[in-house]
């Protein structure tokens, strides 16, 4: 049986303040459902998510308390410089 | 012949992990409008962004280095000019990105949009880029004498 579980992405200066890119956390199936703002404090950047810190799960822009299910995809997304 | 509306003839996007010629671009964007013999839109606008030789604090750049998220980056564009598409009542998009290690004076952006008046062609072109520079996930880092550092927020208006 697979374990239940799901990837973490940071980029740019978040990836690098932490050292690593991509990971993938187990949860467990009989607990509530993780969210971007429950996970944080695992991923070793300090006890709570930095104002602009912006979080996107499955690739759109999502709120902080979105429970999570196996297989999600959640990113940390430090301020945006585009164009 | 009437114009296609924005959901017939959809955005046009390429991310470029190198050098690219906007004018080149421009002109495949304009050919592909008026393939088959359709009346090239009346209104276009156009905005070509390039690197400066500086950075924010004014130092010689060696090059801007531009990260992004390889998938929801190009969904994130698609979300946001179909919007501003239908705000706008805009006939056709095209946006070009770098990625990767841009040079001072090279291309970094194009944003072209076309309609049937110069209103929504400049207004919705010039909410386009805006939404490019807060909403769709690019980083830059600026290198300056083999240090590189993370760009937070965008520049003046």
Not at chain 1, 52 to 62: D, G, I, L
Request: glycine share 10%; net charge negative; proline share 8%.
């Amino acid at each position: 049986m697979s374990t239940a579980s799901i990837t973490v992405r940071l980029f740019a200066s978040l990836r690098e303040q932490a050292g690593w890119g991509e990971l993938s956390l187990a949860i467990t199936p009989d607990s509530p459902s993780p969210t971007p703002a429950s996970l944080w404090p695992q991923l070793g950047l300090g006890a709570a998510i930095p104002p602009q810190v912006r979080v996107a799960v499955n690739q759109a822009f999502s709120a902080l308390d979105q429970p999570l299910q196996s297989g999600d995809e959640v990113a940390f997304l430090p301020p945006i410089s585009g164009g | 012949m009437a114009h296609p509306s924005a959901e017939e003839r959809p955005l046009q996007l390429r991310l470029h992990p190198a050098c690219f010629d906007p004018l080149s671009a421009l002109a495949d964007w304009q050919r592909n409008l008026t393939a088959g013999g359709a009346e090239a839109p009346a209104a276009e606008a156009h905005f070509i962004g390039r690197v400066r030789g500086r950075t924010a604090h004014g130092a010689a750049l060696e090059a801007l280095e531009l990260e992004h998220y390889p998938g929801m980056t190009e969904t994130q564009i698609e979300r946001i000019a179909t919007a501003i598409s239908h705000r706008h009542g805009l006939l056709a998009v095209r946006v070009d990105h770098r990625v990767g290690r841009v040079l001072p004076g090279e291309a970094i952006v194009l944003v072209a949009v076309a309609a049937d008046r110069r209103g929504p062609a400049q207004r919705g072109g010039q909410e386009l880029l805006e939404a490019l520079k807060h909403e769709a996930p690019f980083w830059k880092r600026e290198w300056c004498g083999g240090v590189g550092t993370w760009v937070e927020g965008n520049t003046a208006f």
